[in-house]
């Protein structure tokens, strides 16, 4: 079975990379926002572009599950629901476009779009009342849709959905338990379209994705623990900071 990962010509290096980066994926899933974009660039560099987006899929719904499991009952259903059908218009349109667009540029439009919503946000926050955007459709369609568009090309979609929840003023854990069921569910029905459409999730990326469920597992448990330590008042600006330097990474 371990033939499987000769096609990938993987080093001890990259190995440790991998699974760094599904550690980071766990720590980003349960609280700990941002900490996972350096995961596009690493995995990118060790198996291409449009294949790492099928190998860190099954990493992200794993660490998912975990998130799920822990924060389950926080979720607010009512805001996720009114942005969820348009992420998935949005992973539709974007497996479409996905093979015509220059990933470089598209990236660099993701973080544009990152810092004009932060922008915004920041803005209502100091001058306008904070809740006439949130409530409004067009901002959960706004956001939702290019969540969903953000995740499929390139699996980069936190920081806008932190920028959707955080305009309204979640408490910390409702935060992170309606981030964990936003992903979980829209990162399984990517699932398919990577296998049938995309063809980039095949035996032997899961494999890889498989032996690295203990980095996931730890990083999960130390995201958890990370946000217990984070009181309530810090951990809205602990979010927009780590966003905002998420974006520039992707920029960069």
Not at 18 to 37: D, E, F, N
Not at 194 to 217: E, G, M, Q
Not at 236 to 243: E, P
Request: net charge positive; aromatic share 12%; no cysteine.
């Amino acid at each position: 079975m371990l033939s499987l990962l000769d096609s990938f010509h993987l080093t001890p290096v990259h190995w440790i990379l991998i699974a760094l980066s599904g550690m980071l994926i766990g720590m980003s899933k349960t609280g700990v926002p941002g900490v996972s974009m350096v995961v596009v660039p690493i995995l990118a560099s060790i198996f291409g572009g449009k294949q790492s987006t099928g190998v860190l899929l099954p990493i992200l719904i794993m660490a998912d599950v975990f998130a799920v499991s822990y924060y389950h009952r926080h979720a607010n259903w009512k805001h996720l629901l009114r942005a969820l059908p348009w992420a998935l218009a949005g992973v539709l349109i974007a497996l479409w476009v996905g093979e015509k667009v220059n990933d470089l540029q598209f990236k660099r439009l993701i973080a544009i779009t990152i810092f004009v919503s932060v922008g915004i946000m920041l803005w209502r926050d100091r001058v306008a009342k904070k809740e006439s955007v949130p409530d409004s459709p067009w901002f959960a369609a706004l956001m939702g849709l290019a969540g969903g568009f953000a995740t499929m090309i390139g699996n980069v979609a936190g920081p806008i959905f932190a920028v959707y929840l955080l305009a309204l003023h979640l408490p910390k854990k409702v935060f992170i338990g309606t981030t964990a069921w936003f992903f979980f569910i829209v990162n399984l029905s990517k699932f398919p379209l990577h296998v049938f459409v995309w063809k980039t999730i095949h035996w032997s990326t899961l494999l890889v994705d498989i032996l690295i469920l203990p980095a996931i597992a730890a990083g999960a448990f130390l995201g958890i623990t990370v946000v217990k330590k984070i009181p309530e008042s810090t951990y809205r600006w602990f979010v927009i900071i780590i966003t905002i330097a998420s974006a520039l990474l992707i920029f960069i």
